[in-house]
């Protein structure tokens, strides 16, 4: 039997009323959140609440003073080697946007290229395609081999001199792979090019080192952390903070402003970040971390490891249900379908017995074309599912497959 002992800390799963048994398996969409972080926002808006950065009153000193340690606590968090290299964002999509937006027109030129993988999420595929359609820039694609695995032979061929940008997900979400970023990233440097992280699956299966990896850019979301949604990070390497220009224009990010023209700008991290920030997210995003790193990344992965193995084994038993990828290396998701029946349809049922799990493309279009569906069925999971979860779904799916046949 494998339990959590951290499942009571979620409100979502201990009150829920709508379903008996509860059983969420949807967090690789967005992980529930923890009362501490809950809470923390609450305290934000009930007792502290004012904007950053502008006031000289004690309410925004302090606001200001809270944000900044929250920048700290994600550098760390990250191994980043200084929180300036730490910007935030409204999640991944964004800040894989922002990375487009500055780095491609600064440093790319026409007939330039980029990498990007089979496997990406849509938010690592059209921020490029947009940008190479504007710059004149050509994508190419590092395709997985028959097995859905990244080959580092395979990447090696395509890169070249004109490569300016790999584009890569640590872990993907479909497959759940954990992707050999660290000596992708060694591969695209000797080209001379740069390399984006995007981290959304990663930053919460595994212990994430920016340093180690060795990346330019790593992007992650706080909602997939246990953190409230509308908050992520960008992780800059120190080398591009100031070479980079802004992207957005407007309040914060200015160091003076001219007219007609002429403004200058801060420095890194409040160059990218124009505007009133999102503080009670940032807010709910450090005490996220603060409760991760209570627990221990390590007894995650363990405790994440241990269901995974045992859902695999677990749902192989079901009659015709077809597990995608490969069980030696993955964190996190598990894909699959049931025979030829519809995943909409796997899915509906499963939500009448009390099941999350999601059902679609997964915004990886490209990846499901290689698996030759529209779409398929995913579980994933978090630190708070446990053994019994893992029962009450495939106990579900075998009466699936007696009524559906
Ligand atoms: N990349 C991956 C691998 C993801 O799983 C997701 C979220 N499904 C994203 C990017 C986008 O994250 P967000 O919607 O929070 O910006």
């Not at 003076?256 to 409040?270: A, E, F, K, R």
């Not at 038993?317 to 077809?322: A, I, N, T």
């Not at 698996?371 to 579900?396: E, P, T």
């Amino acid at each position: 039997m494998i339990t959590s002992s951290w499942r009571h800390d979620f409100p979502t799963l201990t009150n829920n009323q709508q379903t008996s048994p509860f059983v969420y398996l949807d967090s690789a969409a967005t992980a529930q959140t923890p009362l501490a972080v809950i809470e923390r926002m609450q305290r934000f808006y009930t007792h502290e609440y004012a904007t950053v950065h502008r006031g000289i009153h004690r309410l925004s000193a302090n606001a200001t003073y809270n944000m900044e340690q929250v920048r700290q606590t994600v550098a760390n968090f990250v191994n980043a080697k200084s929180n300036d290299e730490i910007i935030f964002t409204k999640g991944t999509t964004e800040a894989i946007n922002l990375v487009a937006n500055t780095y491609l027109p600064t440093f790319a030129q026409t007939g330039d290229e980029i990498i990007i993988t089979e496997m990406e999420h849509h938010s690592n595929i059209v921020p490029w395609q947009m940008l190479a359609q504007r710059l004149g820039l050509t994508i190419k694609v590092w395709r997985m081999t028959a097995e859905y695995r990244l080959d580092l032979n395979d990447l090696q061929k395509l890169l070249s001199k004109k490569t300016k940008l790999l584009g890569l997900t640590h872990i993907s979400n479909v497959l759940g792979c954990i992707n050999p970023i660290k000596a992708a990233t060694a591969m695209a440097h000797q080209c001379g090019a740069a390399v984006l992280i995007d981290g959304a699956q990663g930053i919460m299966h595994q212990a994430v080192d920016v340093q180690d990896i060795g990346c330019d850019f790593y992007a992650f979301s706080g909602h997939k952390l246990y953190g409230p949604t509308g908050i992520g990070v960008l992780y800059i390497a120190q080398q591009w903070l100031n070479t980079l220009p802004p992207w957005e224009g407007g309040g914060a990010m200015i160091d003076d402003v001219q007219l007609p023209i002429g403004t200058t700008y801060q420095t890194s991290p409040w160059r990218f970040e124009a505007g009133t920030p999102n503080i009670a997210g940032i807010l709910g995003l450090g005490e996220a971390i603060t409760y991760i790193n209570h627990i221990g990344m390590d007894a995650i992965v363990t405790h994440e490891e241990a269901l995974i193995r045992y859902a695999e084994e677990k749902m192989q038993h079901v009659d015709s249900l077809k597990i995608y990828g490969n069980a030696a290396n993955r964190a996190g998701v598990i894909p699959f379908n049931l025979g030829s029946h519809h995943a909409f349809d796997v899915g509906s049922f499963l939500d009448n017995y009390g099941v999350a799990i999601r059902t679609g493309h997964h915004c990886a279009i490209p990846l499901l074309r290689c698996l030759q569906q529209s779409v398929v069925c995913r579980v994933s999971f978090g630190l708070y599912n446990d053994s019994q979860d893992v029962d009450i779904f495939v106990d579900r799916m075998r009466h699936i497959k007696k009524l559906l046949g």
